[in-house]
Nanobody, 126 residues
Framework: QVHLVESGGGSVQTGGSLRLSCAAS????????LAWFRQHSGKEREGVAA????????YYADSVKGRFSITHDNAKNTVYLQMNSLKPEDTAMYYC???????????????????WGQGTQVTVSS
């Protein structure tokens, strides 16, 4: 089992920045993929960014490329999402997710992930 706890959400104005953290505990050595998803009110979760621990590869949704950055601190078992140049459309509940096997091209498919955090709210005002 892997337990994920997110933190770092909050309210910012357009153009601001936030850094989300996701601390993993438990059987963290079995997780090869860590990802961030977000869910706008009334919509399905969408993949935002993913990190493949096996090789350090990173993947991003087109909507956040160039603005968001996902990093992983192996010693702390923590994955981060640095969010810059935030826009009102980035407002959502953000979730950390993990899975044992790397989903490859399906990295943004929520159904391929086994473990989920409780979420942290990000609100961007115009």
């Amino acid at each position: 089992q892997v337990h994920l706890v997110e933190s770092g959400g909050g309210s910012v104005q357009t153009g601001g920045s936030l850094r989300l953290s996701c601390a993993a505990s438990g059987d963290t050595d079995i997780t090869h993929s860590l990802a961030w998803f977000r869910q706008h009110s009334g919509k399905e979760r969408e993949g935002v960014a993913a990190f493949y621990t096996g090789g350090g590869s990173t993947y991003y949704a087109d909507s956040v490329k160039g603005r968001f950055s996902i990093t992983h601190d192996n010693a702390k078992n923590t994955v981060y999402l640095q969010m810059n140049s935030l826009k009102p459309e980035d407002t959502a509940m953000y979730y950390c997710a993990a899975v044992r096997l790397w989903p490859g091209l399906r990295w943004s498919n929520e159904y391929d992930y086994t473990y989920w955090g409780q979420g942290t709210q990000v609100t961007v005002s115009s």
